[in-house]
């Protein structure tokens, strides 16, 4: 629903205020600074289910091939505190299907209950990946671990029925160490019930010590900003850009996540 906008104690509360509309603004006013030089702006939209097709390819052909020695930077409005990112998880997003038999629920033993089947299931590739996928896991999950979390679920047909067919998605989350391991997992699953992946995007890590981000933070700091850097749990647009190499070798990236209450 679309409301007027309101500012109050020097806040604008309105739809895109912080998730990305005025940040967008924001950036564009920003980069129109005449002694800004050599920067280019590119905005991507539909953030979950992808940029229009051939956006970001476009950009790396026209641009990218351009590039020496700059540095990429991702604008991030999710949950900052000010802080440069410099790693981040990729993700899976999985859609797994059970198949039962359907039977009266006063006689389960002639059916084979789905919804059970699927929990099992679940169950079992959360002990096969450790028991780091624990969400409760907290600060360890995120920074060394992997994450599964069953997102949306559906299955049966009426309260006395045992259920034919069950489905769930999963967000999982992991660093590139686990990413063959998550793989053989998934695989794993295969026979017991259907495998379907939704999208997937790539994990990506910088060395905190690198020198662009090092160059980044006395920008911050010439605009009086706090030098923080940190990981994080999620997958922004930046793993669109990870790992391309330029005329001086690969692109560095970082994310920087503004202020945010």
Request: proline share 6%.
């Amino acid at each position: 629903q679309f409301t007027a906008p309101v500012e109050q104690d020097e806040k604008l509360y309105c739809r895109g205020a912080c998730d990305m509309l005025a940040p967008v603004v924001a950036m564009f006013s920003a980069f129109s600074d005449p002694t800004v030089d050599h920067t280019w702006i590119a905005v991507s939209n539909s953030e979950e289910i992808g940029p229009v097709p051939g956006g970001i390819v476009t950009f790396k052909e026209k641009y990218l091939e351009k590039v020496t020695d700059h540095t990429l930077v991702v604008f991030d409005p999710d949950g900052g505190h000010g802080q440069l990112v410099h790693g981040q998880k990729g993700c899976f997003w999985i859609e797994l299907t059970a198949r039962g038999q359907e039977a009266h629920s006063s006689t389960p033993w002639k059916g084979i209950n789905a919804i059970d089947k699927l929990d099992e299931v679940i169950t079992q590739l959360k002990q096969i990946l450790g028991p780091q996928t624990l969400s409760a896991g907290g600060i360890y999950a995120m920074q060394n671990g992997i994450t599964i979390e069953k997102t949306m679920s559906s299955g049966g047909v009426a309260i006395n029925v045992v259920p034919p067919e069950a489905m769930a998605c999963l967000d999982i989350r992991y660093w590139k160490y686990h990413k063959d391991q998550v793989i053989a997992a998934l695989a794993a699953l295969k026979g017991q019930v259907d495998v379907k992946v939704i999208a997937t995007t790539e994990p990506w890590r910088m060395d905190p010590n690198h020198i662009a981000l090092q160059a980044y933070f006395q920008l911050m700091q010439t605009k009086g900003l706090e030098r923080i850097s940190d990981i994080a749990p999620g997958s922004a647009d930046l793993a669109l850009f990870d790992g391309i190499m330029t005329k001086n070798g690969i692109l560095p990236c970082v994310m920087h996540r503004p202020l945010s209450e």
